[in-house]
């Protein structure tokens, strides 16, 4: 693992444990040449992952699955909700998991988006309207007004 203070190539782990979901292995790792300490993350990859983007006009672009991507998203969603760090890795952990279990080659960015929203909806419901503005493109308060109407029904039942 290359220091990303001096990327020096020679580091050693001086600690190792699963984290609390047990998805992924936490190491703290020490650079052999600066002594600079930091920590880094194993996950399990099941199988390579293409994305599908549906762009304007009809164009279709193929990406892979990228992690970072996915927690850029539920972050901002979340920003100053009362989610925690830990209850976000969750949600991408379990889509993920299934992302890579179905057995499918490619999934479409649409899917993943209904996956997020279903999370997001048990989770947080502002966080839950944030992330369907942008994921549904809202373009006008009524939008907002509208699908904000369909949570507050749903959470009636």
């Known amino acids: 693992m290359r220091c990303p ?16 979901d047990s998805t992924s292995i936490r190491r703290r790792r020490q650079c052999s040449s600066c002594g600079a300490r930091f920590t880094t993350f194993e996950r399990v990859q099941l199988r390579e992952v293409t994305i599908i983007k549906s762009g304007a006009k009809g164009e ?19 920003r100053k909700r009362a989610v925690s760090q830990e209850r976000i890795d969750q949600l991408i952990s379990g889509i993920q998991r299934q992302v890579e279990t179905a057995g499918e080659p490619e999934v479409s960015s649409a899917r993943i988006g209904e996956m997020v929203m279903e ?12 992330f369907a503005s942008v994921y549904r493109d809202f373009s006008e308060a009524r939008d907002f007004e509208e699908f904000a109407s369909t949570v507050q029904d749903a959470g009636r039942d």
């Not at 203070?5 to 609390?20: G, H, I, L, M, Y």
């Not at 279709?60 to 979340?78: G, H, T």
């Not at 999370?119 to 944030?130: C, E, F, N, P």
Request: hydrophobic share 30%.
């Open 5 to 20: 203070f001096c990327a020096n190539d020679d580091t050693q782990v001086k600690d190792s444990r699963p984290t609390e």
């Open 60 to 78: 279709e672009r193929r990406e892979p699955f990228d992690r970072s991507k996915l927690e850029n998203s539920l972050a901002l969603a979340c």
């Open 119 to 130: 999370g997001l909806k048990q989770i947080d419901s502002v966080a839950y309207i944030r």
